[in-house]
């Protein structure tokens, strides 16, 4: 396991660098034909939790990117709370992942592009645990690309 450190950089930095790695899983979804959301869980300046959307290998509809990054950070640490941990995900989580995020007690969420059909802030913001940090917009050019990308690719199929 590698250990970041950012002690000289800003927040803004580590939030960028990390959402890369979140970056390189969209990338593994995209080549296996799944919505290209990618996710990551960071505990002191580690990668503790990755996770890629899986719905249609797995042909499980709770199989999103956060999903899998919160079951790998929690075997991970052996603890189903995630305190000070933040989560980057390429785009906003939907309700599930959400709802799911708060029974994790997930410290920060960091996410790339706004969901704008299926976002949990247009369609329950209130569903987000009270004490979770929220950031979003990081990378967001690049991560609502690669969706157009998808999605222009599955209509020109």
Request: with cysteine; net charge neutral; charged share 25%.
């Amino acid at each position: 396991m590698k250990f970041y450190s950012f002690e000289e950089q800003s927040r803004e930095a580590a939030d960028e660098f990390f959402m890369k790695e979140a970056y390189k899983e969209a990338l593994l979804a995209f080549d296996k034909d799944e919505v290209p959301i990618g996710a990551i869980i960071v505990a002191n300046g580690k990668v503790v939790g990755r996770g890629h959307n899986l719905t249609e290998r797995l042909n499980d509809v709770t199989a999103h990117a956060e999903m899998q990054a919160f079951t790998s950070a929690s075997n991970t640490i052996g603890a189903k709370y995630l305190h000070n941990c933040t989560l980057y995900v390429t785009v906003e989580p939907c309700v599930m992942c959400a709802g799911a995020s708060y029974w994790t007690q997930i410290s920060r969420i960091v996410f790339g592009a706004l969901d704008e059909k299926r976002g949990y802030s247009r369609l329950n913001p209130q569903i987000i645990h009270p004490k979770t940090e929220i950031v979003g917009g990081v990378m967001s050019e690049e991560c609502a690309a690669l969706m157009r990308n998808f999605f222009l690719k599955k209509r020109l199929k």
